[in-house]
């Protein structure tokens, strides 16, 4: 198992403490493009062909609404290949 899905097993034990720089690397190394924000703007924007999913900037932890949606799209990213 490589470090990118101990990462994300750890993400899917555990949601409610998942850092925004972790969320970050698996959804990029995943093939997603990230668009920062403009304006004053504290959601990064993810997108791949017909995907999105908007994640704001949260410290310590992510918000654990955005972090299962997260984990939804790249599952069923997983399901299509």
Known sequence: MGKLEKLL???KNNPKQVRFDELDKILIRS???KRQPRGGSSH???TKGPLMISVPYRQ???L???VVAAIK???RMG???
């Open 31 to 33: 093939g997603f493009e």
């Open 9 to 11: 097993q750890k993400i």
């Open 73 to 75: 799209i790249l599952e």
């Open 44 to 46: 990064y924007y993810y």
């Open 60 to 62: 310590p932890y992510i």
């Open 79 to 81: 399901e299509d290949d």
């Open 64 to 66: 654990t609404t955005y």
